[in-house]
């Protein structure tokens, strides 16, 4: 079965530091993986996706996932963190039908001034 | 640019009541429509997507039913509403062709209350 798996419910980190989000997969083939933020009570946007190719995977705001094949692994990281950051974040994977797409449970990023 | 509108944002209804929350997308043609629940403000939750006009899949079994009448819009609907109904409601689409295929697009959202 697809699925990906987020192993932190929450992340802090100081402002002005490096942040990561972790994120691993179980898919079969050659996956393709998302992320996406989620600011409270708003929808879920788009940042960023793997298809193939560069395995750094440059998106908006600032931020960047490195696909590593090896670790099934698609970490989100960020050079430096902002308050503005703070969100939810969630990874996301091709789902049981050609159509869908399967989430993780969600990472709660805090930045902390 | 495509956009996707979704209302009412917030609505809070009595248990037995029906629903009715509506979803259109903007600027791109044939989309696929998904909607989602996000229960406690963590996961999501497939409820129904369609690939075309009166082309409904349902993902969970419950008293919930979704509707595509028009290329653009998606609905969904209760007849009944239950208490666990309460959440926040996410449409979403994605194009049926093109770069950005694999991609799904959300919406703003619709807060249901059922008391």
């Known amino acids: 079965a697809q699925s990906v798996a987020q192993p932190e419910d929450q992340v802090n980190v100081a402002e002005g530091n490096p942040l990561t989000v972790k994120c691993t997969y179980s898919?079969?083939?050659?996956?393709?993986l998302f992320w996406y933020v989620q600011y409270p009570n708003r929808g879920l946007q788009f940042l960023l996706k793997y298809i193939t190719g560069d395995n750094l995977v440059k998106g908006s705001y600032g931020f960047e996932a490195e696909f590593n094949k090896s670790q099934t692994s698609f970490h989100l990281k960020k050079p430096s963190a902002l308050v503005s950051d703070s969100a939810l974040y969630f990874c996301?994977?091709?789902?049981?039908?050609?159509?869908?797409?399967?989430f993780g449970k969600g990472t709660k990023l805090s930045v902390i001034p | 640019s495509q956009t996707i509108h979704q209302w009412p944002a917030t609505l809070v209804q009595p248990v037995g009541s029906p629903l009715s929350l509506e979803c259109t997308v903007e600027g791109t043609s044939n989309p696929n429509l998904y909607w989602y629940r996000q229960a406690a403000g963590r996961g999501l939750q497939l409820l129904f997507y369609?690939?075309?006009?009166?082309?409904i899949s349902s993902e969970v079994p419950q008293n919930l039913s979704a509707s595509r009448p028009q290329d653009r819009q998606f609905i969904l609907s209760s007849k009944k509403l239950l208490l666990s109904d309460s959440g926040f409601y996410l449409c979403a689409w994605r194009p049926d062709r093109g770069p950005s295929q694999e991609t799904q697009y959300f919406g703003p959202g619709t807060r249901l209350l059922v008391l």
């Open positions: 369609s690939v075309g006009i009166g082309q």
């Open positions: 898919v079969s083939g050659n996956p393709y």
């Open positions: 996301a994977a091709p789902g049981a039908g050609s159509y869908q797409l399967t």
